[in-house]
């Protein structure tokens, strides 16, 4: 722990210096200003940790807790982890303090975002553990119209309850190809779809399922509002290279400009996924950082 900069939840209270704080190296917190973050985390919309003394913060990050509906666990996200002075330091210790926040909540599987370029940030989270898996990081941004051509013959819609089952074994099916077991079941996918901040959206073939993409939206007062996530992609092998996938995304990218939380979008994927790649960018995003994943429970002892 880092005593000159100690670490705790962030409150309301913070709202004026932690504005200060993202207003310093974000131009978009000014979209929202800090009532609006003293409402926002009165609210409930978001929770984080800061570090540092009541006048002025040295840093902050989001901390977040969502179902996984790959893992069929609850999984750990450490986001816009933003420091000043002795950065890396100051970085270190908000981190290894948010893996003790989860570890007793018992989430043993974390994520956290690093900006293309922040090596302090990166060279932090690496020392608590952070590094078992590294992907990349892909965002876009709300003036952004870049968009693909949706197929006819592919029907989305909303994912309900009563298609768990259908759900939890096309996501099975997907762990399968990678050499993973996926814990997801109907009963995981079911609590998946009720939690909230969460949806998905089911692909349709000839009345076969043949995709799936699973989203979260949250306020990021880096960015200023609320802002979305696409966590998972899956579409099933037989059905690949037939605009599945684009028609998911194009449909996920209307929903976010109806609620006002296209402000940001993110997702990620494992390098040298080429196709993938060449697809997302059709859509606009652009490769922003890296996510860094950590699995197990053991807390740093920096």
């Not at 009532?35 to 940790?49: K, P, Q």
């Not at 119209?145 to 009563?162: C, D, K, M, N, Y």
């Not at 009963?187 to 995709?211: E, I, N, R």
């Amino acid at each position: 722990m880092n005593r000159d900069s100690p670490v705790r939840p962030l409150t309301a209270g913070d709202a004026v210096p932690l504005w200060t704080l993202l207003a310093s190296r974000s131009p978009h917190a000014h979209d929202c200003g800090a009532e609006a973050l003293a409402e926002s985390l009165a609210g409930g919309r978001f929770t984080g940790l800061v570090a540092g003394h009541g006048g002025g913060l040295a840093g902050a990050l989001v901390l977040e807790t969502i179902p996984s509906v790959y893992t069929g666990r609850r999984w750990g996200h450490l986001d816009d982890v933003v420091v000043t002075g002795r950065r890396e330091a100051v970085a270190e210790a908000l981190v290894d303090e948010a893996l003790r926040t989860l570890e007793q909540a018992g989430v043993s599987d974390t994520s956290v975002a690093v900006p293309a370029g922040d090596d302090a940030v990166e060279r932090a989270c690496r020392r608590c553990g952070y590094g078992d898996e590294q992907l990349i990081l892909l965002r876009r941004d709300a003036g952004d119209t870049s968009r693909a051509a949706s197929p006819a013959h592919v029907l989305v819609r909303p994912a309900e309850t009563g298609d768990a089952e259908s759900i939890a074994g096309l996501v099975r099916l997907f762990a399968g190809e990678y050499g993973e077991v996926s814990a997801a079941d109907a009963a995981s996918v079911t609590a998946y779809l009720q939690h909230p901040g969460v949806d998905a959206l089911l692909a349709f073939s000839k009345d076969a399922v043949v995709g799936l993409l699973a989203c979260s939206v949250s306020f990021r007062p880096w960015s200023g509002g609320s802002c979305a996530t696409i966590d998972d992609l899956v579409v099933r092998p037989d059905a690949r290279r037939r605009g599945v996938a684009t028609a998911l995304i194009g449909q996920a990218l209307a929903g976010f400009r109806r609620t006002g939380s296209d402000r940001r979008v993110s997702l990620w994927l494992q390098d040298g996924n080429d196709a993938a790649m060449r697809l997302y960018r059709s859509w606009g995003f652009r490769p922003v950082g890296t996510l860094l994943i950590r699995h197990g429970s053991a807390a740093s002892g920096a």
